[in-house]
């Protein structure tokens, strides 16, 4: 398949890149900057230029594709919203593949274990992704697939990298509230993974979540990232209302109290996380002070 992936030089995005290339299709990566092109260009992947705010001319890149993966964000509904729409409308009608990236914050506290299925309640960070996820599954025509990622690991970036890095600055890893709560998680390389059976096999329709065994308690996660960071298992409680004046509505979603079933990616697309946990891997993997 000719694919285009949205955020291909992003963290998401890079691994998907990686996966689809791996599993023989033709990958396209969108780029806005010359950086991002010499980055692909670099890699052997086919650079694109465009920009998630030229909505328009996202549109006019798709007629040759065989699908869209969209891993890019600005985090911005007024810049990310009309983008998909021109992208969506552009493909409608050709039964062509769209793999939309949301993410598990769309739920909310999930008050125990749910499913893709489960009422949304979602977080202020990301209020408007639901109707964005709608309007890609709503597309006459569009071989529509949500994927809901948890809480991204791996490669020693994504959000863990933020309590390794307190770890290493202040010799404690701080987190925010009280460090009960759940965080569902997943491997990046497993995530990539999926994206690929998605974009290959998923029906028009596809919600799915992808999470990586039972959620894992905040507290227990710092505390492997400052023991891999070398600061002895410390940590430190930053309560909700303080990282509220630096981090806003980042803050509360770092708070949430989340756990998830990925039986649907699992029965549905045979996908089998094989990456090592959250724990493992800050605690001695891509994470762990070397």
Do not use: C
Not at 19 to 34: I, N, Y
Not at 148 to 153: A, K, L, N
Not at 175 to 194: I, M, Q, R, S, Y
């Amino acid at each position: 398949m000719k694919i285009l992936v949205t955020g291909a030089t992003g963290y998401i995005g890079g691994a998907v890149v990686d996966a689809l290339k791996h599993a023989g299709h033709q990958v396209l990566g969108l780029a806005r900057s010359d950086e991002a092109r010499n980055k692909l260009t670099a890699r052997g992947i086919q650079a694109v230029a465009g920009d998630l705010a030229d909505a328009k001319g996202l549109a006019a890149l798709v007629k040759d594709l065989d699908a869209v993966v969209w891993t890019a964000t600005t985090n911005s509904e007024a810049v990310d919203a009309p983008a998909v729409a021109a992208v969506l409308d552009a493909l409608q009608g050709t039964n062509k593949a769209f793999v939309y990236t949301s993410g598990v914050w769309v739920h909310g506290d999930t008050q125990g274990v749910v499913t893709e299925d489960s009422p949304l309640a979602a977080a202020a960070l990301v209020a408007w992704r639901p109707a964005v996820e709608q309007r890609a599954l709503n597309t006459p025509g569009v071989r529509a697939v949500v994927i809901r990622p948890g809480i991204v690991y791996g490669r020693a970036v994504g959000i863990p990298s933020m309590l390794t890095a307190s770890a290493k600055q202040d010799g404690a890893a701080r987190f925010v509230g009280t460090g009960e709560n759940h965080w569902p998680v997943v491997f990046v390389e497993d995530l990539a993974d999926l994206y690929v059976r998605a974009v290959e096999k998923a029906p028009a329709g596809t919600v799915l979540v992808a999470v990586q065994g039972p959620a894992v308690k905040l507290k227990d996660i710092a505390q492997a990232a400052s023991e891999g960071a070398g600061a002895g298992g410390k940590t430190v409680a930053w309560p909700l209302e303080e990282a509220r004046k630096q981090f806003g509505a980042f803050a509360d979603a770092l708070a949430l109290d989340q756990r998830f079933s990925a039986q649907k990616a699992q029965a549905l697309l045979g996908w089998t996380p094989k990456g090592p946990g959250i724990i493992d891997e800050l605690r001695s993997g891509s994470y762990a002070r070397r």
